[in-house]
């Protein structure tokens, strides 16, 4: 198989969208790929569980990407060797009434992993710079006392909002915070396979929104503001990563290598070790359990 660098795939300069990667070549077949993804989630469950003992770091796993491009499957696959006490799921859609009476941050600070888990946000505070980027009139709902109408919502909206996700990011990052942001880049003729699929196979209709039709005409809009999104929220503490994601598996497996392959580097995320008043007594504590 293929070795691959992290830098591939780290957004580290400004790019154009339409000159990333949709499709990428591991040069190998599916059944190797998924071998070599056990492997990686086994690893990465290891190293969960010796942060999870050590509780000084977390980890938020930030996921992106238009309508099919896999985010439920791909989180799935790379932690499912994971203890469930060690992760946190969560799924940012449309927010609740008490969601409204907050500031746009406010959920996604209540949901951070605690020292010592993962955190992953499947759909996230991008949001508020994306989706209603898109739809302006849904800002009207944040009932901000600057925002009267959509006339309101200028350039400079957005800059000071950009910036204020991008501090949020910096200080949870400077108390522990390990962020890993993946954007799962579909091309438009593999959404509509997809789409496609969710229609022709009964056993998927479920997964199938009239919606998703509606926002697939906005998809050059989209694409517009994912762009912004990669130029001006790419930091070296939270890092945007370009997911080729046409192929499921592949994009499955570069993820969990970035996730992996970063948080090998950690040299202090490691055991505690036992007191050592505690320490000299383990023959006794085992002859105490052993005679019972």
């Not at 938020?60 to 006490?85: H, P």
Request: a neutral charge; charged letters at 35%.
């Amino acid at each position: 198989m293929k070795d691959i660098s992290i830098d591939e795939f780290k957004i580290s300069s400004q790019v154009k969208i339409q000159n990333l990667q949709t499709k990428y070549n591991l040069e190998s077949e599916e059944k190797e790929i998924e071998k070599k993804m056990n492997k990686l989630s086994k690893k990465l469950a290891y190293i969960q569980n010796t942060m999870y003992a050590h509780g000084k770091y977390s980890v938020l796993m930030c996921i992106q990407g238009m309508d099919t491009a896999g985010k439920d499957s791909l989180i799935r696959e790379v932690f499912k060797e994971f203890n469930v006490r060690g992760i946190e799921s969560h799924s940012f859609k449309k927010p609740t009434d008490i969601e409204l009476r907050h500031d746009y941050l406010w959920r996604h600070y209540i949901a951070l992993p605690a020292r010592g888990k993962f955190g992953i946000f499947n759909r996230t505070h991008y949001e508020n710079v994306l989706v209603t980027r898109v739809h302006p009139n849904y800002l009207m709902y944040e009932n901000m006392p600057d925002i009267k109408s959509e006339a309101d919502v200028t350039d400079a909206f957005w800059e000071r909002r950009f910036q204020e996700i991008n501090n949020f990011e910096q200080h949870i990052a400077d108390n522990g915070t390990i962020i890993f942001k993946f954007f799962l880049n579909l091309s438009k003729d593999e959404q509509k396979n997809r789409l496609l699929r969710r229609l022709n196979k009964p056993d998927k209709n479920w997964k199938f929104e009239v919606g998703d039709l509606k926002e697939r005409k906005l998809w050059d809009k989209y694409q517009e503001c994912y762009e912004d999104l990669l130029n001006k929220s790419s930091n070296r503490h939270a890092p945007w990563f370009n997911i080729p994601a046409d192929d499921k598996p592949t994009a499955r497996y570069i993820v969990a290598k970035i996730l992996y392959d970063t948080l090998k580097e950690y040299n202090d995320i490691i055991e505690p070790v036992m007191p050592s008043d505690e320490k000299e007594n383990i023959d006794l504590y085992k002859s105490q359990l052993e005679n019972e």
